[in-house]
């Protein structure tokens, strides 16, 4: 019978990138590896160290402890696993819980092994070795998962609805038999049980991020605001280079009257993205509700230098404007967003009032009728139009 290869045999000359803070188990790894014969080792303290050695060394296996500061052990394998350099590495969990949750969890981001702390030299040797064999073998469970997102992904409906309920329960923990699930609600239409899915999936794994994302952007739409705050906060702690959750928390704080938090959220996501137009335009709808006008006005005008076809911007920038007496500054914005918009009643009011301001009676007779016209109902308009003079 031919001998099973060895670690090392497997591994050649690519290194084991290992994550891990504690010196006791580092000192243990280092035994360890010298007593498996596998040379090329490099133990780092921190998933930052580790993304900076990532640079430069050709990694056949990720040995990573579960609890670190900045993310932790899932968060990193799902973070490297988006990059396709890394995607068939082998990966080893280290924790010293033994949950079974934890275990499912792991699992489903694409994490090849769990050894519980602490560990003998002999558990240490199979657990590496196993993962260095398993390669991405899909388990049972990841099995029964494709399957039915390929049902779901071909229409049948009924039949993956199906196949997800025997998956969950199986296996209540699984996270993504959850989000196919709430994936089925929202294609019969009923997005309420689909929030409360996906909240389920994402209580169970807060690491999934698919899940998390589709839950932020149901309840971008629908509400309430509180709860969205609530998950988009878990987002932007996962992956806080983000500017996409930093936008979002800045409007929803904003929503809330919470303006502090609101301009801190929009300043960090110009700092992460300086040229998104809709974080200036944010900022700037702030600063106007503050009675801000200098401040809205620049931030405005930056919002439109970025995307000089913004309707509501060339709106809000014109509003701005005759706030601070620059009437024809606004005359021309409001002209300007007419041309692309040519029946929006408010831009309509907007100009009629900026033409009431330089004494051009007519012109703003003439814009107010014309909103009247769209809108009967529109009092704002009707209290000018009579206070004009005759």
Not at 244 to 266: G, M, N, P, V
Request: charged fraction near 30%; proline fraction near 4%.
């Amino acid at each position: 019978m031919k001998k099973a290869p060895s670690p090392r045999e497997i591994l050649g000359q690519k290194f084991v990138l290992v994550v891990e803070p504690t010196l006791n188990y580092k000192n243990s790894m280092k035994g360890f590896f010298s007593n498996l014969k596998i040379p090329n080792v490099r133990f780092v303290g921190s998933v930052k160290e580790a993304k900076v050695a990532l640079l430069t060394l050709e990694v056949g296996l990720f040995i990573c402890e579960w609890s670190l500061k900045e993310q932790n052990g899932i968060q990193f394998c799902r973070e490297i696993r988006e990059n396709s350099r890394f995607q068939s590495i082998p990966f080893l969990l280290l924790s010293v819980e033994n949950l079974k949750k934890d275990v499912v969890l792991a699992g489903e981001v694409g994490i090849d092994g769990y050894l519980l702390k602490p560990f003998s030299y002999e558990e240490f040797r199979d657990a590496i070795l196993h993962v260095l064999k398993v390669q991405h073998t899909p388990s049972v469970i990841n099995k029964n998962l494709a399957e039915a997102h390929t049902l779901l992904e071909s229409g049948d409906v009924t039949e993956a609805e199906d196949f997800y309920k025997r998956i969950v329960a199986e296996s209540p923990l699984s996270a993504r038999a959850w989000h196919g699930l709430a994936q089925i609600a929202d294609k019969q239409g009923d997005t309420g049980k689909a929030v409360e899915l996906l909240k389920r999936a994402v209580d169970i794994n807060p690491d999934y991020i698919d899940a998390l994302r589709e839950l932020i952007e149901m309840l971008s739409v629908r509400g309430p605001v509180r709860e969205l705050i609530l998950y988009a906060q878990k987002a932007h702690e996962a992956s806080p280079e983000n500017p996409k959750y930093t936008l979002i928390l800045a409007r929803a704080h904003l929503e809330e009257e919470e303006y502090t938090l609101s301009e801190q959220f929009f300043k960090r996501t110009i700092r992460l993205s300086p040229k998104l137009a809709q974080a200036y335009k944010g900022l700037g709808r702030l600063y106007m509700i503050q009675e801000d006008y200098d401040s809205a006005m620049k931030n405005f005008e930056r919002a439109l230098d970025l995307d000089e076809q913004d309707v509501s911007t060339l709106n809000s920038l014109g509003m701005t404007y005759i706030k601070l007496g620059k009437y024809q500054n606004g005359i021309d914005k409001y002209q300007a967003a007419l041309k692309i918009r040519p029946h929006d009643h408010r831009i309509l009011f907007n100009l009629g009032y900026a033409k009431e301001k330089v004494n051009d009676y007519q012109s703003a007779r003439y814009f107010y009728e014309q909103v009247l016209s769209m809108r009967p109902d529109f009092d704002k308009a009707t209290r000018r139009l009579k206070a004009l003079p005759k």
